[in-house]
């Protein structure tokens, strides 16, 4: 599977992304979540961003991800805490229940991972039927000079571990998901630091279910 950030690179990303915690999309997440007693799947979480900031606000969170490090690295933050699970596997082969979770968050996974489709069954697989997504990622809006830079950067190999992301379009990348979801909030994020890609922020829902927000 592609997009695991293993290694000391794991350790770098916890340390530099600290700035996780707050910001935007964790302001977007808190937004959208309204009760106590959610049972949540924090799937492809990294070294633990969210479940820090959701694990005193819910039911149950359980952290998903395929890198050994970035579970050891979560297993020391929240090992401690009994409502909290840290599992190791494959995001698109996570051996967790059928129609589980209240909530599944995405943040910023999407991008790292070429099988977008199989991921996203595996989402709708662990879901409840009246659950919801929290979906945060990017598209590309200047698509051709996006991956020239990733062909460059591949070529030359800057970094030993340099860590290809796989960024569709905005057509693509929203035609898959409302292939497999009902769309009920969108936000786009203003982000200025890359020109070639824009970030955003959804709500998501089971296809054909009438119910409220989460």
Not at 46 to 58: A, K, N, P
Not at 105 to 127: P, S, T, Y
Not at 195 to 208: A, D, H, I, P
């Amino acid at each position: 599977m592609s997009g695991i950030i293993n290694g000391k690179r794991a350790r770098e990303y916890d340390r530099l992304n600290r700035h996780g915690k707050s910001g935007p999309y964790t302001q977007f997440i808190l937004n959208n979540i309204r009760k106590k007693n959610l049972v949540i799947c924090d799937l492809c979480c990294g070294s633990g961003f969210t479940i820090e900031i959701l694990h005193q606000r819910v039911k149950q969170i359980d952290g998903i991800d395929a890198s050994p490090e970035m579970i050891k690295i979560c297993e020391e933050k929240f090992g401690r805490y009994e409502n909290v699970n840290i599992k190791s596997g494959a995001a698109v082969d996570t051996q967790l229940k059928d129609n589980f979770y209240n909530l599944v968050i995405l943040r910023m996974a999407l991008h790292h991972l070429k099988e977008k489709q199989e991921l996203l069954d595996e989402v709708k697989r662990i879901l409840k039927q009246d659950g919801s997504v929290l979906l945060i990622d990017k598209f590309c809006v200047r698509t051709m000079a996006y991956h020239l830079k990733e062909i460059f950067r591949l070529i030359f190999k800057f970094k030993k571990d340099y860590l290809e992301h796989v960024v569709w379009s905005k057509d693509k990348t929203f035609n898959l998901i409302k292939k497999n979801f009902d769309l009920k909030i969108l936000n786009i994020v203003d982000k200025k630091t890359h020109k070639e890609t824009q970030n955003f922020m959804m709500v998501l829902k089971n296809k054909n279910m009438d119910h409220h927000l989460i």
